[in-house]
């Protein structure tokens, strides 16, 4: 048997979702003659659920240059949350911006950091960072399968690199450090059987397009000044998310053992009818399929995604975004933890490599300090949400 081609790189990230193209592109940006490969398996733009942004991460996408891009993308604007979350107390609503049409140019091309954020529609949100990357000089390569990594025989615990298949392919890279930001693939977590801790939050979620959909300014604010919706139900809860004028992104947050002897679509249905504000806007509606398939529209499903990674880093590698940890969509915090803990450790792997003074060690375990601190503020959140939603739940 032949060889794999093989190339050496300082960094190799497995990944291009947020948290892979902003590492990636942050550490091009601090070492502009570095090697720096992106291996993505699909063909972008490619579908993912996740689609209401929060202003905490604007400031790293400041950083690496999309917010331009992401304010010309034409997603809606995002300044808020309205909930429902006990049906015996009013609606309220969390606002973060608080500008409105007044002065619109300016809010939509404002100049620096806006305090808004976004609802968007995936495929084309990562999309303007995966083309960010390619523009800051990183080697992006799509439809590359990372199926290993590769170790280092003499320390076990040590990630030297890659191994992938490109175009039938088979290829290794070595590189300094290998950084998985592969999701919910947990890429190397997996291979390296590491242990994760997980938390009794929701543990599926079920979701559905529609087109067509009546634009509740009373609830959801305008094209430019929107809130999302989210609304307590019997199992779980309900988002509403409108990723444009006339599609909206619908979820229901639940758990496995609720859908034990009932397909899922009817689960779907009668919990839509629970949340009559969110019925009403769909009266018009038809379901749609997400826009990279020819597939007829269906109810999406993912599942299991509250969990943490005990260790999120070792000699070499650095894991970033969901495939360190993630909490629950209740918070919209996904991206944000993905762009924010991407810009921790592209500072980690940047001293690892700048400053041998410091101890490999003290940089690995500097961050996971810093990460389990805002993981486990975040958690705290959610759960907060989980115990405050209706009397009427059934027992979580
Ligand atoms: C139901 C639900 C609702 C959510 N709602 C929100 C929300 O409203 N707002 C929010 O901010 N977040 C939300 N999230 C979370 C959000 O989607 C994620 O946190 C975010 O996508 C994490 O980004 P990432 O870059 O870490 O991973 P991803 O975006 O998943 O990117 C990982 C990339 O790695 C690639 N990949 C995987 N395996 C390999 C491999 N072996 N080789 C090469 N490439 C590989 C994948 O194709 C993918 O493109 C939600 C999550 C769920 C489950």
């Known amino acids: 048997m032949s060889e794999p081609e093989s190339s050496s790189a300082d960094a190799v990230v497995i990944g291009g979702g947020p948290a892979g193209c902003t590492v990636a592109i942050l550490l091009r940006q601090y070492n502009p003659a570095a090697r720096i490969v992106l291996l993505e398996k699909e063909k972008f733009p490619r579908h993912h659920v996740g689609e209401s942004t929060l202003p905490d991460a604007n400031a790293v996408l400041h950083k690496i240059g999309v917010i331009d891009d992401l304010n010309k993308a034409g997603f809606p604007i995002k300044c808020g949350l309205t909930y429902k979350w006990r049906h015996d107390r009013p609606m309220f609503t969390d606002l973060f911006s608080r500008g409105v049409h007044a002065n619109l140019q300016e809010r939509l091309y404002p100049r620096g950091i806006p305090d808004h954020s976004w609802q968007v529609e995936r495929g084309r949100y990562d999309q303007i960072l995966l083309d ?58 997996r291979r390296l059987g590491l242990a994760a801790e ?34 307590s139900v019997p199992r779980g809860w309900m988002w509403f998310i409108p990723i444009s004028t006339t599609t909206a992104s619908v979820g229901l947050v639940t758990r496995k053992s609720f859908l034990a002897g009932s397909a899922p679509d009817d689960v779907f249905d009668e919990e839509l009818g629970h949340a009559p504000e969110i019925a009403a806007m769909l009266t018009a509606a038809h379901q749609i399929s997400h826009e990279y398939t020819d597939e007829p529209p269906r109810t999406y499903a993912v599942q299991d995604w509250t969990y943490r990674n005990r260790q999120l880093a070792g000699p070499g590698w650095y894991l970033v975004g969901d495939s360190a940890a993630f909490v629950d969509p209740i918070l919209s915090s996904g991206m944000n933890l993905a762009h924010n803990c991407a810009l921790l450790v592209a500072n980690a792997v940047n001293t690892e490599w700048n400053h041998p003074e410091i101890a490999a060690d003290e940089v690995r375990s500097g961050y996971e300090a810093l990460y389990a601190e805002i993981y486990s503020s975040f958690l705290s959140m959610a759960t907060w949400w989980y115990e405050r939603r209706d009397t009427d739940i059934r027992d979580w």
């Open 198 to 231: 997980k938390f009794a939050l929701g543990d599926t979620a079920l979701y559905r397009y529609y087109e067509g959909f009546e634009w509740n300014e009373s609830l959801i604010g305008s094209f430019y000044d929107g809130k999302i919706f989210f609304a």
């Open 132 to 189: 960010r990357a390619r523009a800051a000089g990183v080697e992006v390569v799509e439809q590359a399968q990372v199926d290993d990594v590769l170790r280092d025989p003499a320390e076990p615990s040590a990630v030297t690199g890659v191994r992938l298949r490109v175009a039938g392919s088979s290829q290794a890279i070595t590189a300094r450090h290998t950084i998985d930001a592969s999701g919910q693939a947990r890429l190397l977590s």
